[in-house]
Antibody
Framework: QVQLQESGPGLVKPSQTLSLTCTVS??????????WNWIRQPAGKGLEWIGR???????DYNPSLKSRVTISADTSKNQFSLKMSYVTAADTAVYYC?????????????WGQGTLVTVSS | DVVMTQSPLFLPVTPGEPASISCRSS???????????LDWYLQKPGQSPQLLIY???HRASGVPDRFSGSGSGTDFTLKISRVEAEDVGVYYC??????????FGPGTKVDIK
């Protein structure tokens, strides 16, 4: 059974870099079969796709966040990470990691439980 | 950029009765392969979103058959044939074809009357 678990600091100061990790069990992130994604949700608001990592090492980002976001992976730990620089209060949200299939679109079929990140001094 | 809209934004429902949510995209989600790149997700209170429908009408694994998706191009509908109490939450449509990738609708909150 595939499981994803987000982790990282719950509080980040404005202008600093947010760093989160998603640990995957039940599947290899180096597999070329899946995309590994980050999605966020500000409190009481809707969902926003941040970006994705693909097993070959390629990435795609939401154009609205691209200048501040980097997604990378540590295959030895079966983890992928999100770094978002120069955060502001607007980046306060629950951050989810999620998996999608590569060769045939079938939705974000596995999600982590989410982790709340608050940007505040 | 593609814009996703949903209606209604709030839907009070009666258990056992049908319910329907509409989703519209500002650009066509019909790919040349014949599939519509439109998903539906349900976020139950306090939980992560869960996939209900992908490619417009394909039910995800484990999703009850009372949920169905239809539509093509820019207009889509999620139908619940007989609402159950466990179906409350916020329903999101999401497009997976246009730019920006994976844009979500604003959500429709479904609650019991």
């Amino acid at each position: 059974q595939v499981q994803l678990q987000e982790s990282g600091p719950g509080l980040v100061k404005p202008s600093q870099t947010l760093s989160l990790t998603c640990t995957v069990s039940g599947g290899s992130i180096s597999s070329v079969t899946y995309y590994w994604n980050w999605i966020r949700q500000p409190a009481g608001k809707g969902l926003e796709w941040i970006g994705r990592f693909y097993g070959s090492g390629s990435t795609d980002y939401n154009p609205s966040l691209k200048s501040r976001v980097t997604i990378s992976a540590d295959t030895s730990k079966n983890q992928f990470s999100l770094k978002m620089s120069y955060v502001t209060a607007a980046d306060t949200a629950v951050y989810y990691c999620a998996r999608a299939d590569y060769d045939f679109w079938s939705g974000f079929n596995y999600w982590g439980q989410g982790t709340l990140v608050t940007v505040s001094s | 950029d593609v814009v996703m809209t949903q209606s209604p934004l709030f839907l009070p429902v009666t258990p056992g009765e049908p319910a329907s949510i509409s989703c519209r995209s500002s650009q066509s989600l019909l790919h040349s392969n014949g599939y519509n790149y439109l998903d539906w997700y349900l976020q139950k209170p306090g939980q992560s979103p869960q996939l209900l429908i992908y490619l417009g009408s394909h039910r995800a694994s484990g999703v009850p058959d009372r949920f169905s998706g239809s539509g093509s191009g820019t207009d889509f509908t999620l139908k619940i044939s007989r609402v159950e109490a466990e179906d409350v939450g916020v329903y999101y449509c999401m497009q997976a074809l246009q730019t920006p990738l994976f844009a979500f609708g604003p959500g429709t909150k479904v609650d019991i009357k």
